[in-house]
């Protein structure tokens, strides 16, 4: 967790980063998610391929923030009504522009840090450099930027990849399995999926349990 602290002291104080499914054969050894050879391709998922502790917190039905209701939306409009995810919405609300950047991407995928996550960092920096990072368009995009992927992965995909790039350089390093992927970031800390493989118009989104940090 202290390099946690570090990675965020700096985003807030120095310069900024320039930031399923298993398959269904009979080897299967955990209730991983399931999909079609074709979204096992191209990263798409359906709201059969959701899995993940978290998920029960979706809203159900077509109410707002249901996979119904995000599914159609393109990921920043269909985050500003996932209740796991208001505080994610907040920071990339204060990025000039992020939101319809993210809305205008062809086929990404979005690692989320849940509500929790921005708690712990705001525990670790204390307010007065939490504060000072959501004020800064600037470190807050680059940082944001880090957990969006140019390339839309579904969970089996991505543990398949074995690394990922992001929008804003630097990599991340993916471990675990189809059914419990791990995310590693640039500092070392690994991220697991509460909820994962949500499909919306324009990405799948995995909704993580840390804030990455970028290496530098």
């Known amino acids: 967790m202290a390099a946690l602290t570090v990675a965020v002291s700096a985003c807030s104080s120095s310069e900024s ?18 999909s079609s050879a074709a979204a096992a391709s191209d990263g798409v998922t359906t709201n059969a391929d959701v899995f993940g502790p978290a998920c029960s917190q979706l809203p159900q039905g077509d109410a707002p923030g249901s996979l119904n209701n995000m599914g159609p939306q393109p990921v920043a409009s269909a985050a500003s009504t996932n209740p796991l995810l208001t505080t994610l919405v907040k920071a990339v609300g204060a990025v000039p522009g992020l939101a319809d950047t993210l809305n205008s991407q062809q086929a990404i995928t979005v690692f989320a840090p849940a509500n929790p996550a921005f708690e712990e960092v705001q525990k670790q920096v204390g307010d007065e450099a939490f504060n000072a990072l959501l004020a800064d368009p600037n470190k807050l995009g680059a940082l ?8 839309r992965y ?13 929008l804003a350089g ?42 990455l940090m970028p290496a530098s």
Do not use: R
């Open 17 to 34: 980063p320039s930031t399923q499914t298993a398959s269904s054969s009979a080897s299967s050894m955990a209730p991983a998610p399931s």
């Open 154 to 166: 579904d969970a089996e995909s991505l543990v398949a990849a074995g690394t990922t790039t992001e």
């Open 170 to 211: 630097g990599t991340l390093t993916i471990g675990g399995t189809a059914a419990a992927p791990t995310i590693t970031d640039g500092k070392g800390n690994t991220a697991t999926v509460l909820c994962g493989n949500i499909p919306t118009k324009n990405a799948t989104v995995f909704v993580i349990d840390k804030v």
């Open 144 to 151: 944001l930027q880090y957990h969006v992927v140019g390339k």
